[in-house]
């Protein structure tokens, strides 16, 4: 079983910093990673994908990847409280299509 | 656009009962399909997914079963169902590519009293 792990949090930030979210996997063939954003008792929501190495920015989301050292971090700039949230980190699994997900972590923005 | 159908929202069932849970996509052809569990404190954990009608693969030995009897159709059942059953249960879809990107339906919460 490939492994994806997170801290579990809860990683707490006040409104208007920069939210750090990091992610480690153990498959170095792994070839594609993701993020959702999970509010409590609602499904995933993806928010940002990245294949290659280096950053990926959309709106206020910035994805980090680093294969060498098997490492993706998400950044949320100008973090809001409506990001309060878990975040999950994926990474494409054995078959190609599944994800393996991580646990999350729960991210607290205080006002 | 695609969309994703998963009902019920949420489940109540006694142990030994038996289980039906249904998903359906709209809007695309021939999606890959995923079945995932979310145990309370848990990460997601991949059940089954299937690359086409009647092409099932199992990723967990259980006592759940999965069906696709249509391109569209995913459907998750029990005979009988555990305590250790309950949990927030996730369909997904995918186009067919590799590295292709999951996406979920609302989900249903079980709860096997």
């Known amino acids: 079983q490939k492994e994806v792990e997170q801290n579990s949090g809860p990683l707490s930030v006040p409104e208007g910093a920069i939210a750090s979210l990091n992610c480690t996997y153990s498959d170095r063939g792994s070839q594609s990673f993701f993020w959702y954003r999970q509010y409590s008792g609602k499904s995933p929501e993806l928010i940002m994908f990245i294949y290659s190495n280096g950053d990926k920015e959309d709106g206020r989301f910035t994805a980090q990847l680093n294969k060498a050292s098997q490492y993706v971090s998400l950044l949320i700039r100008d973090s809001q409280p409506s990001d309060s949230a878990t975040y999950l980190c994926a990474v494409q699994g054995d078959s190609g299509y599944a994800l393996n997900f991580g646990k999350g972590t729960s991210l607290l923005v205080t006002p | 656009s695609q969309t994703i159908h998963q009902w019920p929202a949420t489940l109540v069932q006694p142990v030994g009962s038996p289980l039906s849970l249904e998903c359906t996509v709209e809007g695309t052809s021939n999606p890959n399909l995923y079945w995932y569990r979310q145990a309370a404190g848990r990460g997601l954990q991949l059940l089954f997914y299937?690359?086409?009608?009647?092409?099932i693969s199992s990723e967990v030995p259980q006592n759940l079963s999965a069906s696709r009897p249509q391109d569209r159709q995913f459907i998750l059942s029990s005979k009988k169902l555990l305590l250790s059953d309950s949990g927030f249960y996730l369909c997904?879809?995918?186009?067919?590519?590799?590295?292709?990107?999951?996406?979920f339906g609302s989900g249903t919460q079980l709860s096997v009293l």
């Open positions: 299937s690359v086409g009608i009647g092409q």
């Open positions: 997904a879809w995918s186009g067919t590519d590799l590295n292709e990107k999951l996406f």
